[in-house]
């Protein structure tokens, strides 16, 4: 694997798809397989008024738990934070 910090001359796309495609089958030409472990969980800490807020919206979604809803609506705000990212950085690129 080569490190990050050194400068590789650019090949084109055309060269890289035919190079995967050649060494596809071939076990040798390839890295053995990354392993990631995800952490359990991680703590947040947030003032009562807001935590109470938010207790009071899950049971109106009729979410099983505080812990539940906030997951489910946190993971919604980033994935839509990801999304706009994404795309001001298209518009931003062309």
Partial sequence: MKT???KTSSLSPEI??????SQSE???AWD???RVKSRKSASLSIPGDL????AFLARLHREVDLESWVQRVLRERVELEEFAF???KK???L
Avoid: M, N, Y
Wanted: proline fraction near 8%.
């Fill in 4 to 6: 990050l910090g050194k």
């Fill in 16 to 21: 890289v798809d035919r190079r995967v495609v």
């Fill in 26 to 28: 071939d076990d040798s």
């Fill in 32 to 34: 053995p397989p990354v």
């Fill in 51 to 54: 935590a109470a807020r938010a």
């Fill in 86 to 88: 994404t795309e001001a």
């Fill in 91 to 93: 518009k931003l690129s």
